[in-house]
């Protein structure tokens, strides 16, 4: 009889801290990933600031070779920042570094770059996937975007004024909205495109959310942020 | 098990208390920063990626190679 009512009390005792460790968990997900992610951002985002300013004075010289339109973009490590994606539409003053890479750890510091795609402004396909959910969601409201709307790429010298066209929801396995020319295999790009990629629904993750644009401007730093950004103060 | 653990913790009831908070506090950080990371990758919630690999973890693919997804 005891040993049945010690059985009894344990299993009891088991499941409260099962559904202990289960909320726990929910506020992991929910409020300490964020919070983990915006400190990670943060200073991914503040050490490029310092990097670009640190490289800055040398590139100064006088602009007598002027560079073709597009200047030789710095180089890319994996696992860094190497830009800064501003999408005004999701927030006033929306800015989240774009990192090499989109593993887990990459994700957690910002937007993702697919390594596999082209550099910002370069002819091609410039795909990043950011999160919808947790991990400092910078993608949360990526279905409020709107067919017209700029996605600004800030590099070190330029900025990359990418104009949004269309959005679909596909499978998780669908890897060819990342080609040169998305969802078309063995077309050889002609113009700089951009696709953006997340999580879809926002909970469940079984499909995903992509949006597509092409480039409409480009600028150099030095010039002032592109029109774009210039309503939102930047 | 609750009631096995408060009997062999040593000293009075305040000393008592004090380590079992202590003991409740490393198992919480053991979750956070060991089990629920290592857990989050397994689960659907942060995949935002294109991959054909099958897997959940992200994995990029090949450029200029077709598709096999149609």
Known sequence: MHGLRTA??????????????????????????????NAATAATGDDLREAW????????????????????????????????IHIPRLAPGFVKPVVEGVTPADLAKGVG??????????????????????????????????????VVIETADTWYTYTMSRSEIVKPTQTDVLLPVPRSPGVSA??????????????????????????????????????ALAGAGA | MYGWIWRHLPGPTPVRLLIALVLIAGIVLLLFTVVFPWLEPLLPFTDVTVDDSGSLTSVTVPTGSPTPFP
């Open chain 1, 53 to 84: 300013v640190a490289t800055s004075p040398e590139p100064a010289p006088a602009p007598a070779p002027a560079p073709a339109s597009a200047p030789a973009p710095a180089p890319v490590t994996p696992s860094n920042a190497f830009a800064f």
């Open chain 1, 113 to 150: 770059h697919y390594p596999t795609s082209v550099m910002p402004g370069v002819v091609g396909n410039f795909a990043v996937a950011g999160h919808r959910a947790t991990n400092g969601e910078p993608f949360r409201e990526l279905d409020k975007l709107r067919a017209g709307d700029a």
């Open chain 1, 190 to 227: 002609t113009e700089p495109l951009i696709t953006l990629t997340t999580c879809n629904p926002r909970w469940a993750s079984t499909e995903r959310l992509i949006w597509y644009g092409a480039l409409s401007g480009t600028q150099p730093k030095t010039a002032g942020p592109p029109p």
């Open chain 1, 8 to 37: 009894i009390r344990g299993t009891g005792e088991g499941m409260i801290t099962l559904g202990l460790v289960l909320l726990l968990f929910c506020v992991y997900q929910l409020v300490w990933t964020n919070v983990e992610a």
